[in-house]
């Protein structure tokens, strides 16, 4: 059974505070996802596999250890998901990026899959699924879905803020993914949007209402 992680630091809590601010504009919100998902990549590191390496220091032989393998793939989910990449690639810049296009249909809220692109060997990488918002939940279980059907099997997914109702579907759908959510709200509105939330977080990003 995989596990939710709601991250529990103090850095984290004032970043978030920022976001959901009315009053945080285009620029102060974009800059802040990027700082939030590369806190939370160190904690969803945390199991990467290393590899023993033998390093010459100026002085001797350090053994050392380094990631091993494939590393990581990151994936965001269109559009809001790309706000978070930037932050994950500052600490991991070999990672490859996959993109899927999903948009919730404003009157069912189902979600429809309009783009999806992803490296070759996604088998063989862990894959971050990224999506600032984890609302119903449908969005982000299509997105795994699709990802599953292309090889890739150590998914994790992170996001921002999450409603209990997403973290429901997803573990139900998906148990084998672990989540990992800077916050986790109340409940969603009849609109399906996350209360207190922080508002359409794909508009707020690029500046779009
Ligand atoms: C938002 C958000 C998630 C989805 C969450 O995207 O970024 O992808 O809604 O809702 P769900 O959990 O109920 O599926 P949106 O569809 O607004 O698209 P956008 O990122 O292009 O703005
Ligand atoms: N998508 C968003 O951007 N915000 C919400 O509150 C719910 C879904």
Do not use: W
């Not at 091993?68 to 706000?83: D, F, H, S, T, W």
């Not at 692109?117 to 600032?132: A, L, N, Q, T, Y």
């Not at 579907?169 to 949007?193: F, M, Q, R, S, W």
Request: charged share 25%.
């Amino acid at each position: 059974m995989a596990k939710t992680v709601i991250l529990d630091h103090p850095l984290i809590k004032h970043k978030v505070a920022i976001m959901r601010n009315k009053n945080t504009g285009t620029r102060e919100f974009k800059a802040v996802a990027k700082e939030i998902a590369m806190l939370m990549c160190y904690e969803a590191t945390r199991e990467l596999a290393v590899e023993d390496v033998d390093i010459e220091t100026p002085i001797t032989t350090a053994h050392c250890q380094m990631l091993a393998g494939k590393k990581l793939a990151i994936v965001p989910i269109l559009r809001a998901g790309l706000g978070m990449v930037d932050g994950i690639l500052e600490l991991i810049p070999s990672a490859k990026i996959g993109h899927i296009g999903l948009y919730r249909d404003e009157e069912t809220l189902e979600p429809v899959e309009y783009f999806c692109k992803m490296p070759p060997d996604i088998g063989e990488r862990d894959v971050f699924v990224v999506d600032p918002m984890l609302a119903t939940g449908g969005s982000a279980c299509d997105a795994i879905k699709m990802l599953k059907q292309r090889g890739a099997k150590n998914i994790k997914f992170l996001c921002l803020i999450a409603a209990p109702e997403g973290i429901k579907k997803l573990t139900e759908t998906h148990p084998d993914v672990d989540i990992y959510c800077a916050a986790l709200d109340d409940h969603l509105n009849e609109h399906g949007y996350i209360v207190p939330g922080l508002g359409d977080a794909g508009d707020r990003i690029f500046g779009t209402k």
